[in-house]
């Protein structure tokens, strides 16, 4: 080697030797405890206990577990790891990075007034949907299959100067959960009643909803054109529920409306107003929008579409936005009539376009600063939804399958609801999932209901889970129908809600054990009887009344009196078997394992045939 190599050698070792002094030297700082949130990664962990993220990898490997320095550990593992070191671990929760609550406390100075939102609820058939189509002057009804709402729509319209902002939940029972999520939205409730029908089950969820949610009530009487109208029962009606009118000395705003010829129309717009003036609902235009989702779908053309009502600041195009666990920014923002907006003001609904996935209904939106924080908080949301999924489903199958085991009759149908919204699919699945046939022997079991089309995915999981797939308002594309078939997969499309009830009501009547029912085939009296040592008695009959039927069940009747009950053995005519023997016929039969007959007994031949289950 030469020198010239030999002094550079030397130099690099004693450059090394002098590192590696320094890190031998430098003190290590003792960490006693340490608070930790789930999932943290093995590199947030190091840097916790002042350890470096090689020496906690070859730990976990030593211990049997592969990892990286970005992998996210579990509770035990965490614990595992900080026992190696002394240290005491607390986990606590991270909220704060989680919610899309609103966490601005607005001051009173900032405050401004807003439109009423008001939700329009009532009994299926009462007028609800006709009333809105009266107060905006537009058709819905038209563009609805089965002649109901199927979605929750959010118009804003304008009266005397003053906006007002309408939720039209659906009026049908299966729609229970999307009205209560309508009046959680709300500063006023409008419950409509017919005049000529009175109080029904589901004007009453309508005002349990309304409570829930401590709004102030209206009341609206619609079709007091009709001949068979009766205030008078409304009132007493309402008041047996506590609402009492303000005609008999109440507090409640009593409405006579007609939906279909406009009267009145403008007296309860009145109303709503002089209540929204009392509530003086108030908000911050001057800040970043927080609000809700009001319905959901996927677009062909557009993606991910969802209607937004806008609770607080102002909803400008562009902004960076967190919905449930999608994010995105507001590409495009139109109202209900389609009108392209800029912004969006508090009590506003518009529908936007620009999300990342498909939100749920019901679920909260905030804007952010800048899409990076947006899409930092839609994964973590996203992580901890899968994972909550996740262990819901565990707990779920551990206990279904406890529960038939401990049955043992219990049967499932496995059902994959795939919808065009949001809305429908959850109506869709309660309803099934309420379905209750044969005393609950039979069940639906909905293991996902999502919105959009059906992809190979869902083919995947319901042959997994021998399920079949209900498609609501969308039509799969041939290589999907193609993919469930190879797999006998069994997918059934609908558009109407009670199309798709009745079924499933039917298949699951189709699972159900058969019911059965005993008739009498035919009765023989005993003429003669015959013993025979490797037979037994054969009795010598006269077939009075029906048939007998060879192997039929069989009892015997003396005096009128059941003395025992079994099966016959052999049905002779002459020395031939025979399968029947009608009236009027002579026959010879033996009864299994009885031989203790006598003239003038009765044989009655009776079987179960099966009846159709109600």
Wanted: hydrophobic letters at 40%; glycine letters at 8%; charged letters at 30%.
């Amino acid at each position: 080697m030469s020198n010239k190599n030999r002094r550079r050698n030397n130099k690099r070792n004693n450059n090394a030797n002098k590192q590696n002094n320094s890190v031998n030297t430098k003190k290590v700082e003792k960490v006693e405890a340490i608070d930790y949130t789930e999932g943290i990664t093995v590199k947030d962990l190091a840097d916790k206990i002042n350890q470096s993220p090689a020496d906690i990898i070859k730990l976990l490997f030593m211990m049997g577990t592969m990892v990286t320095i970005n992998t996210s550990l579990d509770d035990e593992t965490v614990e595992l790891i900080c026992m190696e070191y002394d240290i005491t671990p607390t986990k606590v929760e991270e909220k704060e990075e989680f919610t899309l609550e609103d966490d601005i406390v607005d001051d009173a100075e900032s405050l401004k007034q807003r439109p009423a939102i008001v939700t329009i609820m009532g009994h299926v058939d009462h007028g609800k949907t006709t009333t809105l189509d009266t107060i905006r002057k537009t058709d819905v009804v038209s563009d609805e299959f089965g002649g109901i709402t199927q979605h929750i729509g959010a118009y804003q319209i304008n009266y005397k100067g003053q906006k007002i902002t309408f939720l039209d939940t659906p009026g049908h029972e299966a729609f229970t959960a999307m009205r209560a999520r309508g009046a959680q939205v709300t500063d006023l409730v409008i419950v409509v009643v017919a005049a000529d029908d009175g109080v029904m089950p589901q004007t009453r969820e309508a005002i349990d909803h309304a409570k829930a949610a401590k709004v102030p009530l209206i009341v609206a009487i619609n079709k007091i054109d009709k001949p068979d109208k009766n205030i008078d029962r409304i009132y007493s009606e309402f008041s047996e529920l506590n609402i009492i009118p303000e005609a008999w000395g109440g507090d409640t705003v009593f409405a006579e409306i007609s939906a279909r010829t406009g009267e009145g129309i403008n007296d309860l717009l009145e109303t709503v107003l002089v209540a929204a003036e009392l509530e003086e609902l108030k908000a911050n235009p001057d800040r970043t929008a927080v609000g809700t989702v009001i319905e959901a779908k996927l677009d062909k053309g557009r993606g991910p579409v969802a209607t937004l009502l806008v609770q607080k600041g102002t909803l400008k195009q562009g902004d960076p936005i967190v919905v449930g666990t999608s994010f995105g920014r507001v590409r495009k923002m139109v109202d209900h009539r389609g009108t392209e907006l800029n912004e969006a003001l508090p009590s506003m609904p518009v529908e936007i376009i620009g999300l990342s996935e498909v939100p749920i209904a019901g679920d909260l939106f905030k804007v952010f600063e800048e899409e990076k924080d947006a899409r930092a908080i839609a994964d973590k949301r996203n992580i901890a939804r899968v994972e909550a999924e996740r262990n819901q489903t565990s707990a779920l199958s551990l206990d279904d399958l406890s529960q038939q085991i401990a049955d043992g009759t219990i049967q499932d149908i496995n059902v994959i609801l795939k919808a065009d919204v949001q809305g429908s699919a959850e109506a869709v699945k309660s309803s099934l999932e309420r379905l209750d046939v044969g005393d609950g022997d039979v069940r639906i079991n909905v293991i996902r209901a999502t919105v959009g089309g059906i992809t190979e995915n869902d083919i995947m999981l319901a042959a997994a889970s021998n399920a079949l797939i209900i498609g609501f308002n969308i039509r799969p594309t041939m290589a999907i129908r193609k993919t469930a078939e190879e797999q006998g997969i069994e997918i059934r499309l609908y558009n109407v809600i009670y199309k798709a009830i009745e079924a499933m009501e039917l298949a699951m009547k189709g699972m159900l054990a058969p019911e059965y029912e005993d008739i009498v085939f035919g009765q023989a009296e005993v003429r003669e009887l015959y013993k025979v040592s490797k037979i037994g008695t054969i009795a010598g009959c006269m077939v009075t009344g029906g048939k007998m039927v060879s192997g039929s069940s069989v009892r015997l009747l003396r005096d009128g009196a059941v003395v025992y009950e079994g099966t016959m053995g052999s049905l002779k005519r002459f020395q031939n078997d025979a399968k029947e023997v009608a009236t009027g016929f002579e026959c010879g039969i033996t009864i299994d394992n009885f031989n203790d007959l006598k003239e003038g007994d009765i044989i009655e031949s009776h079987g179960e045939i099966e009846i159709d289950r109600e």
